[in-house]
């Protein structure tokens, strides 16, 4: 997904949520300017400050492509082996 279209779709949500960039960042444990730079589809952060701002928006990041099943099979075959 373009960083735009995830900005987008992170706004929509929020929006729908009636919270605000400062709410949702307060909720998501993260600052208000990495809500803003997400939603203005900058691309300056991290998947750790990613993820919890998806979850408190109830959205999910899913990979997707040809190799996507094998890596999934070498992450549980790992997380076996912890």
Same mark, same amino acid.
């Given at each position: 997904?373009? /960083?735009?279209?995830?900005?987008?779709?992170?706004?929509?949500?929020?929006?729908?949520?009636?919270? $605000?960039?400062?709410?949702?960042?307060?909720?998501? *444990?993260?600052?208000?300017? /990495?809500?803003?730079?997400?939603?203005? *589809? +900058? *691309?300056? $952060?991290?998947?750790?400050?990613?993820? %919890?701002?998806?979850?408190?928006?109830?959205?999910?990041?899913? %990979?997707? *492509? %040809?190799?996507?099943?094998?890596?999934?099979?070498?992450?549980?075959?790992?997380?076996? +082996?912890?």
């Amino acid at each position: 997904m373009q /960083v735009k279209r995830l900005g987008s779709l992170i706004a929509f949500h929020r929006k729908q949520a009636r919270l $605000t960039q400062a709410e949702l960042a307060d909720h998501a *444990g993260v600052s208000r300017y /990495v809500v803003q730079d997400l939603e203005a *589809g +900058n *691309g300056r $952060t991290t998947w750790k400050k990613l993820e %919890p701002v998806l979850s408190v928006l109830n959205l999910r990041f899913e %990979p997707q *492509g %040809p190799l996507v099943d094998d890596w999934r099979r070498m992450e549980a075959k790992d997380s076996k +082996n912890e």
